[in-house]
């Protein structure tokens, strides 16, 4: 009998690992592949992280008011009448989206101001492009 194997590894550590994407423009160097082979649990924890970021609505609305915005960047105090919550829990979803990497944090004076790391979302992006055949037999 033929299985395939994949490498268990203890699950990783608290801290957020910052996943780097590689020259070839292929996805982040703990899966260069996305989801074309198989991954290691430390690899698999990491874009959990990241894709739970992005699973609740808020959080995407977030990230597109940034993103369409002129700048490119946002006052935390932006986000409370385009999204009708709450400043805490704006708050708390800007947290998130920090501690992810897909937000860079930017204090001036006394308020802070979000950007987009699109290196970060561009790893979203290449984790979950399909693979070049199967966008053959899609296209």
Known sequence: MNRLMVEREPMAEQHRTKLAVQSAG???????????????????TDLARLFKAIAVPARLQILALIRSSDTGELCAC???????LSQPTISHHLKVLTDSGLLVRRQHGTWAHFSIDSRRLAEL???????RDSAEVLG
């Open 26 to 44: 292929t996805g982040p160097t703990c899966c260069p592949a996305g989801l074309d082979q198989p991954m290691s649990r430390a690899a698999a």
């Open 78 to 84: 932006d986000f409370t009448d385009s999204l009708g």
């Open 125 to 131: 992006a290449a984790v979950v492009s399909p693979a």
